[in-house]
């Protein structure tokens, strides 16, 4: 039986609420995603880029997250951002950023759609999930 990929509704709410802020300015939300073994924890992170309609992760930060997750015994399976005036939707350089195999969450921050994706092989799959 294949696992359901769910989120908390309060976690999405949140990240919808960002999102639309951030969009205001043009600006970008960005965090992973955490495998728990019941749903998955959202945990927002810095974004580095000084580029509007941009987001870039710092790589210690990313690093640190996944080595407290490992000792939790969880683990970290992909990552979210927001589009501040595009669909919910990976673009190229999303999925060529992305590890291959990994979900990718992202909200639209006009329209406030949250969609999530498997990035594999250099595409994006469009997946459903639960909210808890």
Not at 4 to 17: A, N
Not at 41 to 57: A, H, L, P, V, Y
Not at 97 to 112: E, R, T, V, Y
Request: hydrophobic fraction near 40%; glycine fraction near 8%; aromatic fraction near 8%.
């Amino acid at each position: 039986m294949r696992k359901r990929t769910r989120f908390r509704r309060s976690d999405i709410r949140l990240l919808i609420s960002g999102a639309a802020d951030f969009a205001k300015d043009g600006r970008e939300i960005c965090g992973v995603l955490i495998d728990n073994g019941h749903f998955l924890q959202i945990r927002q992170t810095r974004n580095i880029s000084k580029e509007r309609g941009s987001f870039k992760f710092d790589r210690r930060e990313l690093n640190s997250i996944s080595r407290a997750a490992e000792k939790l015994e969880l683990k970290v399976v992909g990552t979210f951002h927001s589009h501040p005036c595009w669909f919910a939707k990976p673009g190229e350089s999303d999925i060529q950023g992305a590890a291959d195999n990994s979900l990718m969450l992202i909200i639209d921050g006009m329209d406030k759609e949250v969609r999530l994706w498997r990035i594999k092989n250099n595409r994006g799959y469009a997946l459903t999930f639960e909210l808890i």
